[in-house]
């Protein structure tokens, strides 16, 4: 009966970490018209890319914020309640939704 609470106890931990880690890792993002698009992969690596140019670049995530670095210039997302990157507002990356699978 012990064992049996146990493995109950461990399986929700283990659904709360999977809940709270990566938000961005393993997910496709693009902007309305599919111009710009983000992967983000494994190993903090992520591929950007703008029609038919695409830059390898790295990013780290901490809480709801993902940086992304390209080229040494770095950019700043936000991730929203539904799933979206907001980016600086002036440029071509102010959103980014989630590429449905």
């Given at each position: 009966m012990?064992?049996?609470?146990?493995?109950?106890?461990?399986?929700?931990?283990?659904?709360?970490?999977?809940?709270?880690?990566?938000?961005?890792?393993?997910?496709?993002?693009?902007?309305?018209?599919?111009?710009?698009?983000?992967?983000?992969?494994?190993?903090?690596?992520?591929?950007?890319?703008?029609?038919?140019?695409?830059?390898?670049?790295?990013?780290?995530?901490?809480?709801?914020?993902?940086?992304?670095?390209?080229?040494?210039?770095?950019?700043?997302?936000?991730?929203?309640?539904?799933?979206?990157?907001?980016?600086?507002?002036?440029?071509?990356?102010?959103?980014?939704?989630p590429?449905?699978?």
């Open positions: 012990k064992s049996t609470h146990a493995s109950v106890y461990l399986a929700v931990a283990c659904l709360v970490i999977a809940g709270c880690g990566s938000k961005v890792k393993g997910h496709t993002f693009h902007d309305n018209g599919g111009v710009v698009k983000i992967e983000f992969k494994s190993g903090s690596k992520a591929f950007v890319s703008t029609g038919p140019v695409t830059n390898t670049c790295n990013y780290s995530e901490s809480g709801r914020r993902v940086n992304l670095v390209c080229d040494g210039d770095t950019t700043v997302f936000t991730v929203e309640e539904d799933g979206a990157l907001s980016g600086p507002p002036d440029g071509f990356l102010a959103r980014l939704t590429v449905k699978d």
